[in-house]
Structure formats: structure tokens, C-alpha cells
């Protein structure tokens, strides 16, 4: 994804060309991207081979998942909708982790009866439940446990999960009790440990802090953990200010960590696979002008895109066609939802922009379309995929009719 001759291209394809034959906005993503990270992501572990499952929360898009699928990846899911597509995607069920601190019966039937790799039970009353389920159906079901390490992420507090005051896994004593019960129970398996600290990680420190905590309690409780499941949350870079994440300080890490625990590690990235593939295209409606600023009035908004409401995220703002003039103005990014909260980026010293130009919002293939809304009974945007010189819809744009 790159500017020739001032106009953004994603693989070889003009953003403007896009915008003409779709309408706007587009969820937009490049393949040879995606290509490269799930290949580079397996690379940077590559001395322990672990295995990889994808976060579907984070792009839950079938035909993207299938992709994903294709180079050798598993799944990580979170619920019974994400299990569906999952394997509508074609995953081996035998690479597929089920997460999340409130599964139902129903859900956790479903997934027992299609034999995923493990279940990641978050309470004693879900370990209690899995037993139920297991023992109606005479089936042995695999296992593991959510441990919350009480280690801080030194991410935003509302993507941090491993501190203990997070609803997410157990504490140390807990953990250590489910253990114990779990060893005793005829129809369970109890096979991994699991952690997930939080989302958007880009300092290693507590990962290495979390391990501390997880060598720690497998050393106390001496038993043996097929899977060490160390979640994700490795961050990327959503500008030049954002430091990015010393891999190879946190593969050393897990490397002597296994000196150890002769376990197999499994990871869920989401973001760090996705989140730099996608870019939303979006065609300017009107530009209110104002005293110190001017409203820059998007055709998408944050029914479309979240994080910046939710978490005040920063997604980069850049023109689909260069030009030389800068505008003295400040232009702030807003969408046409009734919430003073629709607005995206406020910046200084933007090109000169004008109505029906075409901008892009960069980096949101991750937690973009997947935590999208009809609010304001707004269709969602198609999605796109390009490789190479080819296009290819992988979800149509929502219709009117669909929603009315
Ligand atoms: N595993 C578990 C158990 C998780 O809860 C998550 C993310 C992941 C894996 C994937 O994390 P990643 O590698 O994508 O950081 N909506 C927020 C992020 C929420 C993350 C929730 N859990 C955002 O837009 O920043």
C-alpha cells in the first residue's frame, strides 16, 4: 500500500478506481499483506513451532478467515457464532481454541460435539458445566484454564485483561483448587494453561513478567501441561510515534522458558496478523466551516469504526490523491452520527481538502469491520480484497432493505 504518482494504491490498485466502481465506504484489504504477516508472525517463533490460532474477534470476515486457514493457520474463538464460521472457514476443529469468560451450555455442547482442540474454561462453575455436558455424552473433553497472572499490560486500560481486577481467568488460589478438581474428574482432560494479558502490547516486559508468574505456578502444582496457551496481544504500530514490540526479546523469552516445561505453546494473535491489511475508503459529504476548525464530514462513521469512540483510538487519516497545497486550517474527521463521540482524528497542516474528495483511514483490519453496527440504521460497508490486479467482493454492502 503505497502512493505512486499521488494516488494510493493497495497492490495495484487505485483507491480512487475503487471508490468509482463500489460507492463508499469500503472496508478494503490487501492480500500480499496478510500473506506476509501470517508467514512473518510464524517466523519470528519459528525455533519452537507453536501453534497459531487466529483471534477471529478481531476479523471475523469467512473469506479472510479462509485465507488465514489456507497458510497453516488455526482459530481462537469466543463464541458459538465465531465457532460456525470458523469452520465454515474450513479450520481442522483439532486447531481450534474456544476462549471467553461466559460460554453457555449451548455453546460448550456445540463445541464438544464438534471435538475443538480445547475448551479455555475462565470459572470453577464452566469447568462444572463442561463436566455435565461431558459425562451426559460418555466423552473425554480436552481442557484448560484461564490463569489472570495479575500482570499489568501497560496497554489502555480497556483493552488490559491480566490484572486482578479483570473478569477475565482465575487467580493463582483458584487456579490451583481447579487444578486439583480437574485431575480428579473421569471426563475431563485437563491439558492446558492459558493466559491473555491484554491487546495493543508493544513493551515485552510483561510478557516476560507474565511467564515469570506462569513458570512460577506450574512449578508449584507439578503437573504436566500439554499446551501452554500464551493468548496475544501483540500491538502494532498506528503511527511513527508507537514503539513496536522486540519480538526477539519475547521469543527468547518463551525459549527459556521451555528449558523447563516441555509444553507446546499455542498463540492467538489477532491484531498483529490483520489490523495493517485493511484500510477504510471514505468520500468527504460536506466541509462545515468554522472558526478554528473545519468539520470534515465523512460518508463513514463510527458505526463503521469504533476503537476511536470506544477506546479514543488514533487511526492515521491520509489523502487518496496527493496534492502540494496544505491548508492552514485544522480539519477535524467526523462522521454524520447524532454522537459528538463520531469523530475520528483532528489534524493541522492536512492537504487542501474538498467535497466528494476521497480519504483513507488506515490500520483498521483489526477490531474494524468485526466491531461494526447498524447505529443510525447505517448499512455496513462492503469489504473488499485485492490481490495483485484482482478484486475481489468477500462481503457485500448491507442493503436498506435488509435493515427496514
Ligand atoms: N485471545 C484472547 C483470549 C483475547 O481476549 C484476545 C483479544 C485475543 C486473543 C487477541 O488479541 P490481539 O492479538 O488481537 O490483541 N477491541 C479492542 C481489542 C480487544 C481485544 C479483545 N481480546 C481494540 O479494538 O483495540
Given amino acids: 500500500m503505497r502512493y505512486i504518482n499521488k494516488r494510493f494504491l493497495i497492490e495495484n490498485i487505485s483507491v480512487t478506481n475503487l471508490a468509482k466502481k463500489f460507492n463508499t465506504p ?35 470476515n469467512v473469506n479472510l478467515l479462509r485465507e488465514i486457514r489456507k497458510l497453516g493457520y ?92 479483570n473478569k477475565f481467568g482465575v487467580t493463582e488460589k483458584t487456579f490451583i483448587e481447579l487444578v486439583k478438581h480437574a485431575k480428579k474428574t473421569k471426563y475431563i482432560n485437563l491439558k492446558c494453561l492459558s493466559v491473555h494479558i491484554g491487546s495493543q502490547i508493544v513493551n515485552n516486559q510483561p510478557y516476560e513478567k507474565m511467564l515469570k508468574v506462569v513458570d512460577r505456578i506450574i512449578k508449584k502444582i507439578n503437573h504436566k501441561f500439554e499446551f501452554i496457551d500464551l493468548g496475544g496481544g501483540m500491538g502494532i504500530s498506528y503511527n511513527n510515534k508507537v514503539k513496536k514490540l522486540n519480538y526477539k526479546k519475547y521469543s527468547t523469552a518463551i525459549k527459556n522458558f521451555l528449558k523447563n516445561h516441555k509444553s507446546k505453546i499455542i498463540f492467538e494473535p489477532g491484531r498483529s496478523i490483520i489490523g495493517n491489511t485493511g484500510i477504510l475508503i471514505s468520500k468527504i459529504i460536506y466541509i462545515k466551516k468554522n472558526k ?35 491548508s492552514k486550517k485544522t480539519y477535524e474527521f467526523v462522521g454524520p452520527i447524532c454522537e459528538s463521540t463520531d469523530k475520528f482524528l483532528t489534524l493541522k497542516n492536512f492537504q487542501k481538502l474538498n467535497e466528494k474528495d476521497l480519504i483513507i483511514i488506515c490500520d483498521v483490519g483489526a477490531y474494524g469491520m468485526s466491531l461494526s453496527s447498524n447505529y443510525n440504521v447505517r448499512p455496513k460497508p462492503i469489504e473488499i480484497l485485492v490481490k495483485g490486479s484482482k478484486i475481489r467482493i468477500i462481503k457485500k454492502r448491507q442493503k436498506l432493505k435488509d435493515l427496514i
Fill in 74 to 165: 488455526g482459530a481462537d474463538v469466543v463464541s458459538i457464532g465465531e465457532l460456525m464460521k470458523a469452520l465454515k472457514a474450513g479450520f481442522n476443529p483439532k486447531k481450534i481454541v474456544f476462549s471467553g469468560v461466559g460460554k453457555t451450555s449451548n455453546e460448550l455442547n456445540y463445541a464438544i460435539n464438534k471435538n475443538i482442540l480445547l475448551i479455555n474454561a475462565e470459572s470453577k462453575s464452566e469447568i462444572i458445566e463442561i463436566e455435565k455436558i461431558a459425562k451426559s455424552k460418555k466423552k473425554y473433553v480436552n481442557i484448560g484454564i484461564r490463569l489472570n497472572p495479575n500482570t499489568d499490560a501497560k496497554t489502555l486500560t480497556q483493552i488490559s485483561t491480566g490484572k486482578k481486577e
Fill in 292 to 326: 478554528d476548525k473545519d468539520f470534515i464530514i465523512l460518508d463513514t462513521a463510527m458505526n463503521d469504526l469504533m476503537r476511536p469512540a470506544l477506546y479514543g483510538a488514533n487511526h492515521q487519516i491520509i489523502p487518496a490523491i496527493k496534492k502540494s497545497k496544505n
Fill in 26 to 60: 469500503i472496508y478494503c484489504y490487501s492480500y500480499k499483506k496478510l500473506k506476509t504477516n501470517v508467514i512473518s508472525f510464524k517466523n519470528k517463533f519459528k525455533s519452537f513451532n507453536p501453534l497459531i490460532c487466529f483471534a477471529v474477534k478481531s476479523n471475523t
